[in-house]
């Protein structure tokens, strides 16, 4: 199933939106996803809308993907509620099996300190560095600016090419901060 290589893409792809919420309007059975929810579940980094065979689902970062509708009764209805964030229907990529809409923070709907963090990860992610790495540096720079890691995303955002390179190796100030 197409949507099944998301899931391995989602974790070298995942975009700012990881700041996106939602929240399951009814149970969300398994189905051929494998991930399930409970109505009022939140739903952390959610990433995209996919249209994949005939389905819609809802991708999260780390998460994987969540039908966007679900049967009950008689009728499809909406399983999904997007809480700060929104489908940027606007602009899809479309691939041979599937069609992905990105989501996007709303701007209106979302804390100050959210946004700071969601603008400070898009930087790290535009200048190349791996989701992971990227969440991690901003969150140092923004929580710990002077712990070895805030250090060397402060140097990375003010152009280091260097620093860049150290956070986006597996061997770093940044991640021996985020295994403890």
Same mark, same amino acid.
């Given at each position: 199933?197409?949507?099944?290589?998301?899931?391995?893409?989602?974790?070298?792809?995942?975009?700012?939106?990881?700041?996106?919420?939602?929240?399951?309007?009814?149970?969300?059975?398994?189905?051929?996803?494998?991930?399930?929810?409970?109505?009022?579940?939140?739903?952390?980094?959610?990433?995209?809308?996919?249209?994949?065979?005939?389905?819609?689902?809802?991708?999260?970062?780390?998460?994987?993907?969540?039908?966007?509708?679900?049967?009950?009764?008689?009728?499809?209805?909406?399983? /999904?509620?997007?809480?700060?964030?929104?489908?940027? %229907? @606007?602009? $899809?990529? *479309?691939? !041979?099996?599937?069609?992905? =809409?990105?989501?996007?923070?709303?701007?209106?709907?979302?804390?100050?300190?959210?946004?700071?963090?969601?603008? /400070?990860?898009?930087?790290?992610?535009?200048?190349? %560095? @791996?989701? $992971?790495? *990227?969440? !991690?540096?901003?969150?140092? =720079?923004?929580?710990?600016?002077?712990?070895?890691?805030?250090?060397?995303?402060?140097?990375?955002?003010?152009?280091?090419?260097?620093?860049?390179?150290?956070?986006?190796?597996?061997?770093?100030?940044?991640?021996?901060?985020?295994?403890?």
């Amino acid at each position: 199933m197409a949507v099944a290589t998301l899931i391995a893409f989602l974790s070298t792809a995942a975009r700012a939106a990881d700041s996106c919420t939602a929240t399951a309007l009814v149970n969300i059975p398994a189905g051929g996803m494998g991930y399930h929810a409970k109505k009022g579940e939140k739903i952390d980094a959610v990433t995209e809308l996919v249209k994949s065979e005939g389905r819609t689902y809802y991708c999260s970062h780390g998460g994987g993907c969540l039908a966007a509708y679900v049967r009950v009764g008689e009728k499809n209805v909406k399983a /999904i509620r997007l809480d700060n964030c929104y489908v940027d %229907l @606007a602009h $899809p990529h *479309a691939d !041979t099996d599937e069609i992905v =809409y990105y989501v996007e923070i709303d701007r209106r709907r979302n804390s100050a300190a959210t946004l700071r963090y969601d603008d /400070i990860d898009n930087e790290f992610l535009a200048m190349g %560095l @791996a989701p $992971p790495f *990227a969440a !991690t540096a901003a969150l140092a =720079y923004i929580r710990r600016p002077t712990s070895a890691c805030g250090r060397l995303a402060r140097m990375a955002l003010e152009g280091s090419p260097d620093a860049r390179r150290r956070i986006n190796s597996n061997k770093n100030a940044c991640v021996a901060e985020a295994s403890k």
